[in-house]
């Protein structure tokens, strides 16, 4: 990295450190420096994201819905269950969450064709515009958020941030 840490300001994480250096010595606070930082970056970024969906009539749930959809490629159609699977969530949260949706006419429920107990739930025409405009603006707020990071720094921070994932992840 080619930004010392010594020459940035002082953060609010940096105070909490201090405070934790100050009142016990003895500990070594410095996992806080990353946690601390992870957790508020993510707070930031989240409130962030969820401005960019509200412009859209979208929550962050309903957003992962039709993102979900639109990059399963075309038909843009997931089973319940597949899109359960994707997005973690039990069904009674996304029955919610499609119910939702279908009430904007921004999803459809079908029969599915192969299983007669089934429903497949696929992006509709005015779905699949919203959800083309909202991933634009999603991908144009996420590069103004990592902006005061080059390229190679984001890469490196993915890359970070993915050996954490996977570790915990696993467990």
Do not use: C
């Not at 609010?12 to 420096?33: K, N």
Request: hydrophobic residues 40%; proline residues 4%; neutral net charge.
């Amino acid at each position: 990295m080619n930004v010392s840490i010594s020459s940035m300001k002082t953060d609010h994480v940096d105070l909490i450190l201090e405070q934790w250096r100050l009142e016990r010595p003895d500990i070594d606070a410095s996992p806080m420096a990353v946690m601390g930082r992870l957790a508020r970056a993510s707070n930031h970024f989240n409130s962030e994201l969820q401005r960019v969906f509200a412009e859209f009539g979208l929550n962050s749930g309903e957003f992962d819905v039709l993102a979900t959809l639109l990059r399963s490629g075309a038909p843009y159609t997931l089973t319940p269950n597949h899109l359960l699977q994707t997005l973690m969530l039990s069904s009674g949260a996304m029955t919610n969450r499609v119910d939702r949706l279908e009430a904007k006419k921004l999803v459809q429920r079908n029969a599915d064709p192969n299983d007669r107990r089934g429903v497949l739930v696929s992006l509709t025409s005015l779905g699949m515009d919203l959800i083309n405009s909202a991933i634009e603006q999603h991908v144009k707020k996420g590069e103004d958020l990592l902006s005061p990071l080059t390229k190679s720094e984001q890469g490196s921070l993915a890359i970070l941030l993915k050996k954490l994932l996977i570790t915990h992840e696993s467990k």
